[in-house]
């Protein structure tokens, strides 16, 4: 290769690098330890970067609901192939939320794409609190209507096998009136999140005297 050729050639090679970089997963780029979710499922782990940028008050309550176990045990009350699966009601009905207050909306234009983590909400733009919902595909349409505050980065495999079968089906006056137990009866092979975490601050490091 000719000189000039061979130093062109080299000189293009962080461009091509950065393109590369550009249109990586963004597992493989990396995430930040102070906003990434596990949830533990019974078929594997799924790993949420937190969108802080979007929806910083949506991501607050995540986080802080995450650090007090607040979603451990808790079903996929609602799972529609091609749409969604949706979680984060202690008490199953879907109407149920935590005892934090509810969250203004926290709207933006970024798109709803498969892997996308939204926050479910009322009729009320206001109410959202605790339950969320990771996409399918097929939600392009709540661009706008609902806040995105996460995305999956890996474990999309799981959400995948995520119990379809009920749908909505679970009669919602029945679990409000029996709880859990008509859940486990009617319903034995809900899904539901084993175990959520999220990676705490490294503690400060002292300097040696």
Same mark, same amino acid.
């Given at each position: 290769?000719?000189?000039? *050729?061979?130093?062109?050639?080299?000189? $293009?090679?962080?461009?091509?690098?950065?393109?590369?970089?550009?249109?990586?997963?963004? &597992?493989?780029?990396? =995430?930040?330890?102070?906003? =990434?979710?596990?949830?533990?499922?019974?078929?594997?782990?799924? !790993? /949420?970067?937190?969108?802080?940028?979007?929806?910083?008050?949506?991501?607050?309550? /995540?986080?802080?609901? !995450?650090?007090? +176990?607040?979603? *451990?045990? /808790?079903?996929?009350?609602?799972?529609?192939?091609?749409?969604? &699966?949706?979680?984060?009601? %202690?008490?199953?009905?879907?109407?149920?939320? $935590?005892?934090? %207050?509810?969250? %203004?909306?926290?709207?933006?234009?970024?798109?709803?794409?498969?892997? $996308?983590?939204?926050? &479910?909400?009322?009729?009320?733009?206001? +109410?959202?609190?605790?339950?969320?919902?990771?996409?399918?595909?097929?939600?392009?349409?709540? =661009?706008?209507?609902?806040? @995105?505050?996460?995305?999956?980065? $890996?474990?999309?495999?799981?959400? *995948?096998?995520?119990?379809?079968?009920?749908?909505?089906?679970?009669?919602?006056?029945?679990?409000?009136?029996?709880?859990?137990?008509?859940?486990?009866?009617?319903?034995?092979? @809900?899904?539901?999140?084993?175990? &959520?975490? /999220?990676?705490?601050?490294?503690?400060?490091?002292?300097?040696?005297?």
């Amino acid at each position: 290769m000719p000189n000039d *050729d061979r130093r062109r050639f080299l000189l $293009s090679l962080p461009a091509v690098a950065a393109a590369i970089a550009a249109t990586r997963p963004a &597992a493989a780029q990396g =995430t930040d330890p102070q906003n =990434t979710v596990y949830l533990d499922t019974k078929d594997g782990r799924i !790993t /949420i970067r937190l969108r802080p940028d979007l929806a910083p008050k949506h991501v607050a309550q /995540i986080k802080a609901l !995450t650090k007090r +176990s607040f979603y *451990d045990g /808790i079903v996929f009350h609602r799972v529609i192939p091609g749409f969604m &699966a949706q979680t984060g009601d %202690p008490t199953g009905t879907g109407t149920g939320g $935590s005892d934090l %207050p509810n969250i %203004p909306a926290e709207f933006t234009q970024e798109p709803f794409k498969r892997g $996308s983590v939204g926050m &479910a909400r009322s009729s009320s733009p206001n +109410s959202a609190n605790s339950q969320f919902f990771i996409c399918y595909e097929g939600c392009g349409s709540l =661009t706008g209507q609902y806040t @995105l505050f996460g995305e999956v980065v $890996s474990g999309m495999e799981a959400v *995948d096998k995520i119990n379809a079968e009920y749908r909505e089906n679970p009669d919602q006056g029945a679990i409000q009136s029996r709880g859990n137990a008509y859940l486990n009866q009617q319903f034995p092979r @809900l899904d539901y999140v084993k175990k &959520a975490t /999220i990676v705490p601050a490294p503690a400060p490091v002292t300097p040696k005297k």
